[in-house]
């Protein structure tokens, strides 16, 4: 298994432009979520999913956008980028059965990402 | 909504010695509570977690203590090596279906001298 796998690794944007995040899961989990980690901070949540076609707001969700067609896939969506959305970007996912969670979240190498 | 605090932010020790990590969190109906390394550069790994129904949990020389009553949790390195550096951080979350998001500490960063 490959895990959590997250494209582009690095990417620089523009003031304005707009970039879609890619990220991907090969076992077969119900939990994704999306993180950002700005330098020397923690991880502060932008959107998660339980499932396919169910997308929810974390704690930081102004500027991005989510979908979850598929188990594997969740893509994040920036419009408009802004200096501030200049960060670290990590993927995570986790099995999540209904009525238990307390798993582990496993997490992708990350995308670099800075506005200018 | 749950917070999690961690203390402290950071923390040197002497290779050998032992550190501790500690973190408290709000609410008193969490039951799980992971610990992540996260290495420069890297992303964060599962290291030891423990749910509520366990007072302390060990894996060689990491071991995770959880006082429900007090509301907090600590994470423990023993025999401390080079490699241990690096920020480490806890989270909290709920153990049932309708809560599915874990809550983070700020993290420590963990610095060993040789």
């Known amino acids: 298994n490959a895990g959590v796998t997250q494209t582009p690794k690095f990417r620089i944007l523009k003031i304005g432009q707009s970039m879609t995040l890619q990220c991907t899961q090969d076992?077969?989990?119900?939990?994704m979520y999306w993180y950002r980690q700005d330098p020397g901070m923690g991880l502060k949540l932008i959107y998660y999913?339980?499932?396919?076609?169910?997308?929810d707001k974390g704690e930081v969700p102004n500027g991005y956008n989510v979908s979850r067609s598929t188990t594997e896939d969740f893509p994040l969506r920036l419009e408009l980028a802004a200096p501030s959305q200049t960060s670290v970007y990590f993927c995570?996912?986790?099995?999540?059965?209904?009525?238990?969670?307390?798993?582990?979240?496993?997490f992708g190498d990350g995308t670099r990402l800075s506005i200018l | 909504g749950e917070n999690v605090e961690q203390h402290p932010s950071t923390l040197s020790v002497q290779e050998g010695d032992s550190a501790v990590i500690k973190c408290t969190y709000s609410?008193?109906?969490?039951?799980?509570f992971p610990w992540y390394k996260q290495e420069l550069g890297k992303r964060p790994q599962l290291i030891i977690d423990?749910?509520?129904?366990?007072g302390e949990k060990k894996d060689q020389r990491i071991a995770v203590t959880l006082n429900k009553t007090a509301k907090h949790f600590s994470l423990h390195i023993t025999e401390t090596q080079p490699e241990d550096s690096a920020v480490y951080f806890c989270?909290?979350?709920?153990?049932?279906?309708?809560?599915?998001?874990?809550?983070f500490g700020t993290g420590t960063r963990l610095t060993i001298i040789p």
């Open positions: 995570a996912s986790e099995q999540g059965y209904e009525g238990l969670r307390g798993q582990p979240q496993h």
């Open positions: 076992m077969n989990h119900n939990y």
């Open positions: 999913s339980v499932g396919a076609g169910i997308t």
């Open positions: 609410d008193s109906a969490s039951n799980y």
């Open positions: 423990i749910r509520s129904n366990v």
């Open positions: 989270a909290a979350s709920l153990s049932n279906f309708g809560n599915e998001k874990l809550t």
